[in-house]
Structures are given as structure tokens and as C-alpha cells.
């Protein structure tokens, strides 16, 4: 008799997060390498042996039931908790992780952080063959997103978190420094000729850009924005600095990120009332109990290895600072 536990496998979970991903039945089974019968059967078998529908049959499209959501979702964590497992057995046996997830949130400088990159594929831990084979997954954050990936273990290591915050138990953080923003528009902006320091009112008649906050569960943050104005939201500071530039609004940018710009002439400064105090960086990973009283007790090779390049004051400079010009970097 086929039971849920018989069905419920690692394959079934994954051939559900294909489905959801391509949209179709016929795509899933091109990506699986399976003829459509095949998986239109193994579905079925999920189907009976939980006695639910997870598709909804009236729709051309996969689309999934109330309970196949349900299942779909269960068994992606269920998926990263298998992932987790495997990759602490394999640190107990070799003492590198099998992959090691950074969320990296986007006023982090993206070249510093390839260079980090670069430097620890070159590595040739010893005793380890071929490197230290770690698979490296960068995700892109914003707000009170790049903390959140941290804290709900979709991240092993967050780079730009806001330091005025409890810290969970299992997770630790040190300051990486301090991030100074200007108010910026295009030299084209009303704004822009302004005489004398612009009040909150003056602002409030023009349209701000704003980055989305990536958290899809922790509450979004919202940054000098003022009640009722109107607002253009884009997804990464990089496309808001391009929505300034075209001068399509106004708005308040971290310094380092606009430099270039501001020296170019594609942006100009301009006081506000307003002004904002620099934001407080840093970033903070997980760690297990600690052994022996070791701050870094129960960590793997390659998150030591990130959290040692961290310590440079150099590298911490970088980070936020090195967006355009040369900055040297201190890696050891």
C-alpha cells in the first residue's frame, strides 16, 4: 500500500518546486527528462496517497490547490533543512562547508564582494583536494531584508545589516562601519535651483524614488519617506540612482554610490532640512554553540575563512566605499 511516507521523498519535493518554478507540466518534465505521462502519474501518486488534489484541474496551467500551496511550501523548508544536514555532516567529516550562503544588501560594494569571491575560490586549503569546495550562493538584499535572510537560515552570513538591533540567539555580528547619504537630483530637477535649505514641504510637492525593502515576512522598512508623497519604487539602489539620473525624482542616496555621479555632473547635491545622520553597518552570521568558549566555536572553514577577511579594517572600508575609483584591498 503506497503511504504519504513512502511518497514523500526528496524527489516528489523537488519535482514540485519544478513544477511551480517552469509553470507547466510539459516544461517540468523537459527540465526533469520525463515524458508528461510520467509525471502527470507521479503526481497522482502524491495525490492518493495524501488524499488531497494538488493541482487544480479546471486550469490549463499547473496551478496549485489551497493544500498543494501547502505541500509546495513545506517542502522547500523541508528541502533546505536536507541541505542543511548534509552540509553539517559533511563539515564534521572535512570541516568545509558544502555550501555557504551570503546575503549581500545592495549599498554593499558588488566588486569588493567578487573579489572576496575570487579570493577564496583560489584557495588550496590543506589536506583538502581541488580547493575548498565550497559552493558559494550570493543573494541580493534590501532593508530589513538582508537581516531577514539571516535570521530565517537562508543565509549563513548577512554583509550591510543596521547594527541597532537584539540579537537573536545563534547569531553574532560586528560592525563593518559607518555609510554617509546625500540628497540628490538631476541637475535638470526643479529641485536642483533651489535656493537655501529645501524644507519637508518643498519635498513633499515632488516625486521620491524609493528601493523596495526585500522582507517578505519581517515589516518592511520604510527610509525618508514623507506621509502622502508620491513615490516611484524600484528593486536595487542601482536602478534608483538611474531613476534620479533621468530625473524622474528626488531623493536621498548613500555617498559612496553617488559619488561618481555627483563628480560626473549626473547628480547634484542639495541641503534639506532633513538631513539623516549616517547609518550604522555591519554584518552578523550564524553560529552554532560555541566550544571551549571560542567566539567562533562550531563554524566551518569557509565562514571562518569570510568572517577573517572581515576583520580587515581595509576590507570593511571597501565594502562600502570602493564603487568606482581604486581601493585596495587587504586580503590575506
Not at 510520467?38 to 501518486?45: D, F, G, I, P
Not at 549616517?278 to 554584518?283: C, D, I, K, L, S
Not at 571551549?292 to 575563512?305: D, N, Q
Amino acid at each position: 500500500m503506497t503511504t504519504a511516507r513512502n511518497v514523500l521523498t526528496p524527489d516528489a519535493l523537488s519535482m514540485l518546486e519544478v513544477i511551480a518554478r517552469t509553470g507547466s507540466f510539459a516544461a517540468a518534465a523537459r527540465e526533469l527528462g520525463k515524458v508528461p505521462s510520467a509525471l502527470t502519474y507521479n503526481v497522482r501518486q502524491l495525490e492518493d496517497a495524501l488524499d488531497v488534489l494538488l493541482f487544480d484541474r479546471a486550469s490549463r496551467q499547473a496551478k496549485f490547490t489551497a493544500a498543494g500551496e501547502e505541500l509546495l511550501n513545506e517542502g522547500l523548508r523541508l528541502l533546505e533543512q536536507m541541505e542543511a544536514v548534509a552540509s553539517r555532516v559533511k563539515r564534521v567529516a572535512t570541516g568545509w562547508e558544502s555550501q555557504l550562503t551570503i546575503a549581500v544588501d545592495g549599498v554593499i560594494s558588488r566588486l569588493t564582494v567578487f573579489e572576496l569571491c575570487e579570493a577564496f575560490y583560489a584557495l588550496q586549503p590543506e589536506g583538502v583536494t581541488g580547493g575548498p569546495g565550497t559552493r558559494l550562493r550570493l543573494r541580493t538584499e534590501v532593508l530589513a531584508g538582508t537581516w531577514e535572510a539571516l535570521v530565517r537560515g537562508h543565509a549563513d552570513l548577512a554583509i550591510g545589516v543596521g547594527t541597532e538591533r537584539t540579537l537573536p540567539p545563534g547569531i553574532q555580528m560586528q560592525a563593518l562601519g559607518t555609510l554617509d547619504f546625500v540628497f540628490a537630483v538631476a541637475p535638470h530637477h526643479p529641485l536642483a535651483s533651489a535656493e537655501g535649505v529645501i524644507s519637508d514641504a518643498e519635498l513633499l510637492r515632488h516625486r521620491a524614488v524609493a528601493v523596495a525593502d526585500s522582507a517578505q515576512h519581517l515589516a518592511p522598512l520604510t527610509v525618508n519617506l514623507l506621509p502622502g508623497q508620491d513615490v516611484l519604487t524600484v528593486a536595487s539602489m542601482q536602478a534608483k540612482i538611474e531613476a534620479q539620473i533621468r530625473c524622474m525624482g528626488c531623493g536621498f542616496l548613500p555617498e559612496p554610490l553617488a559619488r561618481e555621479h555627483i563628480a560626473a555632473g549626473r547628480l547634484v547635491t542639495r541641503p534639506v532640512e532633513r538631513a539623516i545622520p549616517p547609518a550604522r553597518m555591519g554584518y552578523a552570521w550564524r553560529v552554532a554553540p560555541a566550544v571551549g568558549g571560542s567566539r567562533r566555536g562550531g563554524l566551518g572553514e569557509a565562514l571562518k575563512w569570510w568572517l577573517s577577511q572581515l576583520e580587515s579594517p581595509a576590507t570593511r572600508l571597501a565594502l562600502l566605499e570602493r564603487h568606482g575609483g581604486p581601493l585596495q584591498l587587504g586580503l590575506d
